[in-house]
């Protein structure tokens, strides 16, 4: 049986072979993906197996978590950066088409941005819809007193009857997204996400991941956290 071809970032590697070590995701960016992999996780199985005081406790983490993002989405390294994954959708068919510039797959490629973009934003509304969500029996969240009981009952059932499934059918849309890019198309995409580096075939510009960078994320991700924890004092 003939070798299995060898995994590549995508761009040129089976020719000429990877080269360069690019710093593409940096650390915060990293943590920020597993934690909040694991958080949602957690939310999908306390919210379907109904155990609230931990539902709403992870809630926060995601709360925080995405409070963050949206913050290192502008002055985060470099590819974690929304404007450096904001194509237009002249980009997208020529990606789709095959015409790739080598610089849309150094971070999130013009596909798997709108996959990211996607999330984000449903996470956000996931979250936002939890905080004046009740399920008329013993979980409320803890902005519900603050809107009308119409904004309640349009929230739940966002929450609890779509926007779980366009969660779920998204993070599994994005695992095989991942799994085919991985066999399928021999590029490899997970060990960046766990150690933060890309073999390239050209220089490109790495993000910034340097103690200070990572002090200031920790700071922002305190403020985050704090934030979160303060909204749920507000619960009754
Ligand atoms: C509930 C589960 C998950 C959620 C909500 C999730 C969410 C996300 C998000 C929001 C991003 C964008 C990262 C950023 O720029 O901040 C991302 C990227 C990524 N995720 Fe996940 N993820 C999940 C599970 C997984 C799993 C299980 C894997 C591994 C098999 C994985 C592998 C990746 C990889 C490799 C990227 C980078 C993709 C690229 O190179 O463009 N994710 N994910
Ligand atoms: C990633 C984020 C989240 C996910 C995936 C998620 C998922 C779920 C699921 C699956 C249910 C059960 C729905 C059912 O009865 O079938 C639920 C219910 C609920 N969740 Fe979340 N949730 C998230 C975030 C939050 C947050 C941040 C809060 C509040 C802090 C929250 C508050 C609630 C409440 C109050 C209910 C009961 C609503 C009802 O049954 O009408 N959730 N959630």
């Known amino acids: 049986m003939p070798d299995p071809a060898p995994l590549t970032t995508g761009f040129g590697e089976l020719e000429a072979g990877p080269t360069v070590r690019v710093r593409v995701w940096d650390l915060p960016t990293r943590l920020f993906h597993w934690v909040l992999a694991l958080a949602v996780l957690?939310?999908?199985?306390?919210?379907?197996?109904?155990?609230m005081e931990w539902h709403f406790r992870i809630g926060y983490l995601v709360l925080a978590l995405v409070l963050f993002r949206l913050i290192w989405g502008?002055?985060?390294?470099?590819?974690?950066?929304?404007?450096?994954f904001m194509y237009s959708p002249a980009t997208l068919m020529g990606y789709l088409r095959g015409s790739a510039h080598p610089d849309q797959r150094v971070g999130h490629t013009p596909l798997g941005a709108l996959s990211v973009f996607a999330m984000l934003a449903f996470l956000a509304a996931q979250v936002a819809?939890?905080?004046?969500?009740?399920?008329?029996?013993?979980?409320?969240?803890?902005?519900t007193r603050f809107v009308s009981n119409a904004t309640v009952h349009l929230a739940s059932t966002w929450h609890a009857?779509?926007?779980?499934?366009?969660?779920?059918v998204?993070?599994?849309?994005h695992v095989l997204a991942i799994a085919f890019y991985v066999r399928v198309?021999?590029?490899?995409?997970?060990?960046p996400m766990l150690s933060g580096d890309k073999l390239l075939t050209h220089t490109a510009a790495a993000s910034r991941d340097?103690?200070?960078?990572?002090?200031?994320?920790?700071?922002?991700?305190?403020?985050?956290?704090g934030f979160a924890f303060w909204i749920s004092t507000l619960r009754l």
Do not use: H, Y
């Open 42 to 51: 957690g939310q999908l199985v306390t919210g379907l197996a109904g155990v």
């Open 74 to 84: 502008v002055i985060g390294g470099r590819w974690s950066r929304f404007a450096s």
């Open 129 to 143: 819809t939890g905080l004046v969500s009740d399920d008329e029996v013993s979980a409320s969240g803890p902005l």
């Open 161 to 168: 009857a779509a926007g779980k499934w366009v969660i779920l």
């Open 170 to 173: 998204l993070v599994i849309l």
């Open 185 to 191: 198309r021999r590029q490899q995409l997970v060990k």
């Open 210 to 225: 340097t103690a200070g960078s990572r002090l200031l994320a920790l700071v922002i991700f305190g403020a985050c956290a």
